[in-house]
């Protein structure tokens, strides 16, 4: 019996609904719509009231699809992911696929900062997130590592690619004003430290741009090469 109860709520579910507009209803469509609101006007707008507004239903209808506003933000982080791992083929050399795989998490964050931000620390649940730890998993294994052994390597990947690829989403998430305050740190209140209180930051005045700029690709390639200096060799 709870088999087919569940079943049928899942067929609930998946069927298309028409919204007043004439548009098909449908879990896709409220994510699309989701992402959008966030995107626009910040996490605030993920109600159930704002997104029958847009998609122009009852409001109730987007119960239909997900338990709750927190099941759709789990869904719309899923989304995120999808569009990272959307035509990623690992190639043979695992280093390189690792890389491309962390870029590509970075990249799809960039073009969500705002939803980025609240979906980074979370954990989906959904088919794709197995299919990215599945794939990340996958590339260490053929590195050479137990699977076990990889399972927590693989952790501790993703999570600095997810710390890092969340700041820089944080960063695009401010405003123009915040932004630019932010980057002129470097060039106005660090390089006019005293040199007596903050000697090491006085010598490295010319560096302190840095500041401004992202970590995620530096701190990418001290992952990578950590893991490739543990790596016993590929697997058949």
Same mark, same amino acid.
Request: net charge negative.
């Given at each position: 019996m709870a088999g087919a109860a569940g079943d049928r709520v899942s067929h609930v579910r998946r069927r298309r609904r028409p919204t007043r507009s004439g548009t098909l209803l449908s879990a896709e469509l409220i994510v699309d719509c989701a992402l959008r609101?966030?995107? $626009?006007?910040?996490? $605030?707008?993920?109600s159930v009231r704002r997104l029958g507004a847009a998609?122009?239903?009852?409001?109730?209808?987007?119960?239909?699809?997900f338990h709750n506003t927190d099941d759709l933000l789990l869904a719309v982080a899923d989304r995120i992911i999808g569009d990272?791992?959307?035509?990623f083929v690992p190639g043979p050399d695992w280093v390189a696929s690792l890389r491309e795989m962390a870029l590509r998490v970075r990249d799809s964050y960039r073009a969500h900062p705002r939803a980025a931000v609240l979906a980074s620390h979370r954990v989906t649940r959904?088919?794709?997130?197995?299919?990215a730890v599945e794939t990340g998993v996958g590339i260490l294994v053929r590195a050479g590592f137990e699977p076990a052994r990889a399972l927590r390597l693989y952790l501790a990947f993703i999570d600095t690619v997810l710390g890092h690829a969340a700041l820089d989403a944080a960063a695009l998430a401010l405003s123009p004003a915040q932004r630019e305050g932010d980057s002129q740190a470097s060039t106005r209140a660090y390089q006019s430290v005293s040199a007596e209180t903050y000697p090491l930051l006085?010598?490295?005045? $010319?560096?302190?741009?840095?500041?401004?700029?992202?970590?995620f690709e530096p701190a990418l390639e001290l992952m990578l090469s950590a893991l490739a200096a543990q790596a016993p060799g590929p697997k058949a």
């Open positions: 609101l966030i995107g $626009e006007h910040g996490p $605030e707008a993920l998609l122009g239903c009852d409001p109730s209808a987007v119960y239909r699809y990272s791992m959307d035509g959904r088919e794709n997130e197995f299919r006085a010598a490295i005045r $010319e560096d302190l741009y840095a500041l401004a700029e992202s970590s």
